[in-house]
């Protein structure tokens, strides 16, 4: 008896270990099954053999349009040159494909996507609290951190928090946000202008540069 590529001796092995032992082969196939699909999931780029459509319109490796040819002949046009046949326009009819050397565009794609990703800059909202009766040494020390989050790239949140009778003079309060912005104006700009929102004011500072 012959499963998964190995033989079972019937005559040295009982019922009960011959249904272990089919279970366990029948086990280890699916497992590789599930690892070629794995497999496939992570880069599902067709090239030469693995691709399925047995005609293609065909650019040739600088570019031309070599016209539509059986993948055969395709497959032997590539060998010629030393190159690889890859798939570009599956859903195509019939599909695209070109003559290039898959490998050095594979590592070219993904210099790309490295570059790419150094480019994209999370911009994070960092938030400083004052009072509408902050004193100057603090309101300085706050000021300076709001300046960093600035300077890195990040947005900045200007609150003031009106406690009791304090959200009368509302005023107050928007005069401490407004100097904040002013000592700020070198490096950002108001996104958003002092507004309240409940008990509490608020100014946006976006930066200038983004790092």
């Given at each position: 008896m012959q499963l998964a590529g190995l033989y079972i001796h019937e005559n040295i092995m009982c019922r009960e270990e011959r249904v272990y032992y089919i279970l366990a082969l029948f086990a280890w196939d699916n497992f590789v099954k599930i690892l070629e699909v794995s497999t496939i999931a992570k880069d599902q780029t067709q090239v030469n053999e693995k691709i399925r459509a047995k005609e293609l319109r065909l650019i040739g490796q600088d570019g031309e349009q070599i016209g539509v040819k059986s993948k055969s002949e395709a497959l032997e046009m590539a060998e010629r040159v030393g190159l690889d046949v890859v798939l570009m326009a599956p859903n195509a009819k019939p599909p695209v494909a070109r003559i290039m050397d898959y490998g050095k565009y594979k590592f070219e794609q993904q210099k790309k996507e490295k570059e790419m990703k150094k480019k994209q800059k999370t911009i994070n909202l960092k938030e400083i609290r004052l009072s509408p009766t902050i004193e100057e040494h603090d309101f300085q020390t706050k000021l300076k951190n709001g300046r960093k989050f600035l300077e890195k790239g990040d947005k900045c949140k200007v609150s003031i928090r009106f406690r009791g009778r304090a959200i009368t003079h509302k005023e107050i309060g928007q005069r401490v946000l407004e100097k904040f912005a002013e000592e700020c104006k070198d490096i950002a700009t108001i996104g958003q202008?002092?507004?309240?929102?409940?008990?509490?004011?608020?100014?946006?500072?976006?930066?200038?540069?983004?790092?």
């Open positions: 202008r002092p507004k309240m929102d409940g008990r509490q004011m608020f100014i946006m500072l976006n930066p200038i540069n983004e790092k």
